[in-house]
Nanobody
Framework: QVQLIESGGGLVQAGGSLRLSCAASGRTFSSLAMGWFRQAPGKERNVVATTTGVRVYYTDSVKGRFTISRDNAKNTVYLEMNSLKPEDTAIYYC????????????????????WGQGTQVTVSS
């Protein structure tokens, strides 16, 4: 089992920044692929960014604004979000899967077995 605990959400004005953190426990962190997903009210949960340790993926709408990073020593994955827009408002979820292949980016929510509880990000205009 992998436990994931997110933190760092909040309310920010458009153009501002937030950094989300997701602390993992229960497995060797370096053996996990990690992803950030988000779900706005009434919409599906969609990928924001993923990292396998080898490959990194960003959805088009966040490229150049968001950065995913991982600290294997701290068992933590981060999502640095800059130039935030009102359309970034959503609940952000951290997800993990074990023993990823180096061939894939893992952008589908169904790829992931473990999920955090989510953290709300609200961007005001």
């Amino acid at each position: 089992q992998v436990q994931l605990i997110e933190s760092g959400g909040g309310l920010v004005q458009a153009g501002g920044s937030l950094r989300l953190s997701c602390a993992a426990s229960g497995r060797t962190f370096s053996s996990l692929a990690m992803g950030w997903f988000r779900q706005a009210p009434g919409k599906e949960r969609n990928v924001v960014a993923t990292t396998t340790g080898v490959r990194v993926y960003y959805t088009d709408s966040v490229k150049g604004r968001f950065t995913i990073s991982r600290d294997n020593a701290k068992n933590t994955v981060y999502l640095e979000m800059n130039s935030l827009k009102p359309e970034d408002t959503a609940i952000y979820y951290c997800a993990a899967l074990e023993n990823p292949s180096s061939l894939y980016y893992y952008t589908k929510s169904n790829d992931y077995r473990y999920w955090g509880q989510g953290t709300q990000v609200t961007v005001s205009s």
